[in-house]
């Protein structure tokens, strides 16, 4: 069977004058672009039955890639109470009650919560364990901040993590303490939540095939085939071997397990997913993280927060170590993905690589397209540091929107002013990408475009004009670009003959609406290998009805 796309606006990312008027799908691949007349020709060669699909003047372009998140993290969330609306601890106290109730918990379970912001609480309060408490003292409970870089615990938690008053506060991490004293209050920040997470994961009880189900779910509605599990381990790796081999994989999935938590030993076990798709899985390196969360103040930076004296946040690692991981991959051949947030961190990342490169004998390291996550502070001279080693700026430009009132606040205007700063990096001609950090926000591709382009927070401030990008390079970020990083640009990430048809449709094209209203741009359909995996409800034509799964 093949299918014709035709009478709508057609974005192929190949060119930005590029219009094509139909595309020609067969077995999963793009086999035709071009006029309608030349697309059927095609068609008609081949001797095969052909549906056509009428878009009805709709948009069809290349579905979108997740350059950073975490796919196996939104799963295990999606279980948890969630708190993102809470506007006071008051809420978040009688959601966590409301969350006991309904799954009739017990002190043989674990009570989690997700997605609170101090920032937007009163007093920018944490709750910490004198809150926690009220909603049991028996039941272990935890509540993650939004961006998973905190928490906080009640006694009943803390006491079977182990964490007491003279558990000390770790490298890289911090254990909030009760004011003077050293009984800890359930704040735990970085490497504090390590105790923690080791006591949830022996705890937490979850259908993770049922969730990673759902959570592929969430992704395919906002129009994303291929999709990362960054900072994975080997337990989630096996979970995603055993999905994939049973056909549960609905994604392509690229995983980059942690080099501080055996990730060569788990690329070396695997050598069969290495850089390549098995059942819809490919592992694509190693992950790092050097640093925290600008909004939650532990992202490292070279000048200190404002109101906050000298403190300027902290390492998770000291130069040796993170040289170390950098050798690793280097000398292993393997790209490797930091987390970095602070520019003090960026020195970090980026004078490490640079001394693992001049150190490797490995004829291929110039080749391995090392990925900066997050670069909410990045600096000119940090980027021009990038292009010399080849290296890819994957930028989380939402935080523009989410918490760019909150950074002016704790970076000062101007530094905050210019966090995300995508149209710099475009202009050094870097491949840049856009990402969501999912769970921490939702896989909205197109919300990203609407940052980037729009550059407004919450409050309706604008942040530093010079750092708005074209709609076309947005669009870059999130299909070819995003490519790109996994070494896909050959198979995905733009609409040409040979290509994976790995498509979306929208109601709108980004191109011609006015900027604003990106993000108001609806994902009618997904097609993951040409088969149609998402419908939205509202859609009004008739898709290839074998090629629709459930929607």
Same mark, same amino acid.
């Given at each position: ?25 067969? @077995?999963?691949?793009? !086999? ?48 948890? !109470? ?25 002190? *043989? ?73 050293? @009984? ?5 920040? *970085? ?114 927060? *404002?109101?906050? #004296?000298?403190?300027? #946040? ?32 960026? +020195? ?15 004829? *291929? ?15 000119? +001279? ?42 710099? !990096? ?126």
């Amino acid at each position: 069977m093949q299918t014709i796309y035709w009478n709508g606006s057609i974005v192929t990312m190949e060119q930005e004058s590029d219009a094509p008027e139909a595309v020609l799908v067969r @077995e999963g691949k793009i !086999a035709g672009v071009g006029s309608l007349k030349e697309v059927q020709a095609e068609a008609e060669a081949m001797g095969a039955s052909v549906q056509m699909v009428d878009l009805g003047g709709k948009t069809l372009m290349p579905a979108f890639t997740d350059a950073h998140s975490h796919l196996s993290m939104t799963a295990k969330m999606s279980t948890a !109470a969630d708190l993102s609306s809470c506007e006071s601890l008051e809420e978040i106290i009688e959601t966590l009650k409301q969350y006991k109730l309904e799954h009739q918990l017990t002190k *043989e379970d674990v009570l989690y919560g997700n997605g609170y912001d101090h920032n937007f609480l009163p007093g920018e309060q944490h709750p910490t364990k004198e809150y926690l408490n009220q909603v049991s003292e028996e039941i272990p409970i935890y509540v993650a901040h939004v961006s998973g870089h905190m928490g906080c615990a009640n006694d009943a938690a803390l006491k079977q993590a182990g964490i007491t008053k003279d558990t000390k506060d770790p490298d890289g991490g911090v254990i909030g303490r009760v004011a003077g004293s050293m @009984e800890p209050n359930g704040y735990l920040e *970085e490497a504090g939540m390590i105790g923690m997470q080791e006591f949830l994961g022996l705890r937490m009880k979850i259908d993770m095939d049922q969730a990673i189900h759902d959570a592929q779910k969430l992704y395919l509605q906002y129009g994303v085939t291929t999709v990362q599990d960054g900072a994975t381990d080997e337990s989630i790796i096996e979970l995603f071997k055993q999905m994939g081999e049973k056909g549960n994989l609905s994604v392509d999935v690229v995983a980059y397990p942690l080099l501080v938590y055996q990730g060569q030993e788990v690329l070396n076990k695997n050598p069969d997913y290495v850089g390549t798709y098995r059942n819809h899985l490919k592992l694509g390196g190693y992950k790092a993280i050097l640093d925290g969360s600008p909004q939650g103040k532990s992202a490292w930076l070279t000048k200190p927060y *404002e109101e906050s #004296g000298d403190y300027c #946040g902290y390492p998770w690692f000291q130069d040796e170590e993170v040289l170390a991981f950098m050798k690793t991959a280097v000398d292993d051949n393997r790209q490797i993905l930091v987390h970095c947030n602070g520019d003090a961190a960026m +020195d970090q990342y980026l004078r490490c690589y640079r001394q693992a490169l001049e150190e490797s004998t490995n004829p *291929e390291k110039d080749k391995l397209r090392p990925v900066m996550i997050h670069c909410q502070t990045i600096r000119d +001279d940090q980027l021009d540091q990038m292009v010399a080693l080849h290296m890819i700026p994957s930028i989380f430009v939402g935080h523009v929107y989410y918490w760019g009132d909150v950074h002016q606040k704790n970076l000062g205007e101007e530094r905050g002013k210019r966090i995300s700063p995508c149209e710099s !990096a475009f202009k050094k001609g870097l491949c840049v990408n856009f990402h969501q950090d999912t769970p921490v926000t939702k896989p909205d591709m197109l919300h990203s475009v609407w940052c980037a382009v729009n550059r407004v927070t919450r409050n309706g401030s604008l942040l530093d004009p010079q750092q708005v990008c074209s709609v076309y390079d947005a669009l870059k970020a999130v299909t070819i670009h995003a490519a790109y990083a996994y070494y896909e640009e050959d198979s995905k990430g733009s609409i040409r003959e040979g290509k994976v048809a790995d498509l979306v449709i929208l109601d709108q094209n980004p191109l011609t609406v006015e900027p604003m209203k990106i993000r108001d741009i609806r994902v009618l359909a997904t097609i993951k290998d040409g088969k149609t995996v998402y419908t939205c409800a509202e859609s009004f034509w008739k898709l290839p009805e074998e090629a629709q799964s459930e929607s």
